[in-house]
């Protein structure tokens, strides 16, 4: 079992940035590929970012490539989500993920996090 608690969401103008945590629980994250994903209400869960065990393999959406940059420390059981130049369509709720594989499909992961809210005003 692995828990994991995301913090660092909130309100930012448009083009400013944000960091996004994510702190999991235990003594095997380094055994967990991780991920971002968001949801806006009604809409389908989206994939945003994801990292390999070791972190030397990075995927990203084609919405946010240059934008954001996913990172971990695997000696503080973290995952960062680096948000830069935000944009309002940025704005919905973002939750981190971890599973056996680095996929950009949620069906691939096996826990998650409860979600942090981000709100970009235009």
């Known amino acids: 079992q692995v828990q994991l608690v995301e913090s660092g969401g909130g309100l930012v103008q448009a083009g400013g940035s944000l960091r996004l945590s994510c702190a999991a629980s235990?003594?095997?994250?380094?055994?967990?590929?991780m991920g971002w994903f968001r949801q806006a209400p009604g809409k389908e869960r989206e994939f945003v970012a994801a990292?390999?065990?070791?972190?030397?393999?990075?995927y990203y959406a084609d919405s946010v490539k240059g934008r954001f940059t996913i990172s971990r420390e695997n000696a503080k059981n973290t995952v960062y989500l680096q948000m830069n130049s935000l944009k309002p369509e940025d704005t919905t709720v973002y939750s981190c993920?971890?599973?056996?594989?680095?996929?950009?499909?949620?069906?691939?992961?096996?826990?998650w996090g409860q979600g942090a809210q981000v709100t970009v005003s235009s």
């Open positions: 993920t971890a599973g056996g594989v680095i996929a950009t499909k949620a069906t691939r992961y096996d826990y």
């Open positions: 235990g003594r095997t994250f380094s055994r967990y590929a």
């Open positions: 990292i390999s065990k070791s972190g030397g393999d990075t």
